[in-house]
């Protein structure tokens, strides 16, 4: 069974879709049973084509990816969740909605901040070079993430060990 992995943001347009699309790209290449999704408590309804850009410019797919309210994830249709990481602090700091889903439990809750790409100084060169530098900074967490046994660790392990990776 997928391990479902939902990433939270605001305005799903940045962080969240940076995440959502590396994971799902080093999930497929490494073979594991991994799947990202990602919404916005506010989604903007648009995707930050700075976001885009650097993801294009890896080769990373993001012909999958929309705006979305989190709203999606808590129905009864939604996929099972495993985990639900918030990747900017105003997300992290909102009542999220209870995600069950058809989970046996609850998915476990980690914060992995970063700061928004978005406000760069620079101007668009600027904006480019922090958006590549938060994708860069994702995918390392990401590949954190893929490298733990998620299969046959407790749920207090999987807990400590993203909380350590929240700490790297």
């Known amino acids: 069974m997928s391990f479902h992995v939902l990433i939270l943001c605001t305005h799903n347009s940045a962080r969240s879709v940076l995440s959502e699309c590396m994971l799902n790209h080093w999930a497929k290449r490494l073979g594991r049973d991994v799947v990202a999704h990602s919404a916005g408590s506010a989604p903007s309804g648009r995707i930050n084509p700075h976001a885009l850009a650097v993801l294009a ?20 249709d939604a996929p099972p969740l495993s985990l639900v990481i918030t990747v900017c602090d105003s997300a992290a700091a909102e009542a999220c909605p209870v995600f069950f889903s058809g ?35 994702i995918g390392y967490r990401m ?26």
Do not use: C
Request: glycine letters at 8%; hydrophobic letters at 40%.
């Open 57 to 76: 410019e890896a080769g990373i797919d993001t012909s999958y990816t929309a705006s979305k309210s989190w709203d999606r994830f808590a129905g009864a």
């Open 103 to 137: 989970a046996a439990e609850p998915p476990l809750k980690v914060h992995w901040g970063y700061p928004d790409p978005s406000n760069a100084d620079g101007g668009d060169e600027g904006k480019r070079r922090a958006f590549e530098l938060t994708r860069q900074a």
């Open 143 to 168: 590949l954190q993430l893929l490298a733990l046994p998620l299969e046959t660790m407790s749920r207090a392990e999987l807990q400590a060990a993203l909380n350590g990776i929240a700490a790297s």
